[in-house]
């Protein structure tokens, strides 16, 4: 079973920071990667699928790269309405979420 | 558009059953490449994956917990039940249903709201 590991876990960032969040699979994944976005009492919202893709409505300042087992996604200039916690999920026969990385307000 | 509510109980004894429904709109299961998936979290956890449906019946299910769970759909309905037997108290989350395609590589594009299960005695 293949294991996603988000770090860091917590990230301190500031409006208008670059931030990068990253996500390691414990074996080689080719691009089956997505990340989501989720904000307290809400539902998890897609971002990125296929590790690079955006998901319709996702805008350009959130960014996905990586293949085989190294990921990240990267926010280019942080909103207030970015802080949140973030998760990858991996799809082979089964699903894999990671743990999660949350982005607090330094 | 596409939405999906979960419904069933808020509250399960130890040992009992659960099930929830998924009810959606904006899509068939009968298409092919379409799925829908069930997903929860407990308490300021994590998310955790338990069981997808295509729309040619395939099923998957969570290794860890598929001795526990069913997944069914009723294409004429628009709705997909999920059960799990014996529950005990950490099975207590929220439980998410989401749609997916092939078209996205299966990531979960649209969610339901979700539905706080506990379980408590």
């Known amino acids: 079973e293949i294991v996603l590991t988000q770090s860091p876990a917590t990230l301190s960032v500031s409006p208008g920071d670059r931030a990068t969040l990253s996500c390691r699979a414990s074996?080689?994944?080719?691009?089956?990667l997505a990340w989501y976005q989720q904000k307290p009492g809400q539902a998890p919202r897609l971002l990125i699928y296929?590790?690079?893709n955006r998901a319709t409505g996702i805008p350009a300042r959130f960014s996905g790269s990586g293949s085989g087992t190294d990921f990240t996604l990267t926010i280019s200039s942080l909103e207030a309405e970015d802080f949140a916690v973030y998760y990858c999920q991996h799809r082979s026969r089964w699903y894999t979420f990671g743990q999660g990385t949350k982005l607090e307000l330094k | 558009q596409i939405t999906l509510k979960e419904s069933g109980p808020t509250l399960v004894r130890p040992t009992q059953t659960l099930t929830l429904t998924c009810s959606f709109s904006?899509?068939?299961?009968?298409?092919?490449?379409?799925?829908v998936g069930w997903i929860r979290q407990p308490p300021g956890k994590a998310l955790e994956w338990l069981a997808l449906?295509?729309?040619?019946?395939?099923?998957r299910y969570s290794p860890s917990l598929q001795t526990r769970l069913t997944i069914t759909k009723d294409t004429s309905k628009n709705q997909v039940v999920l059960t799990l037997t014996s529950v005990d108290l950490v099975d207590t989350a929220t439980y998410y249903c989401?749609?997916?395609?092939?078209?996205?590589?299966?990531?979960?594009?649209?969610w339901g709201q979700g539905a706080l299960v506990t379980v408590s005695s």
């Open positions: 989401a749609h997916s395609s092939g078209r996205l590589r299966y990531a979960f594009d649209y």
């Open positions: 904006g899509f068939s299961l009968s298409t092919s490449s379409v799925a």
């Open positions: 296929d590790a690079s």
């Open positions: 449906i295509f729309w040619d019946d395939d099923k």
């Open positions: 074996q080689t994944i080719s691009t089956f």
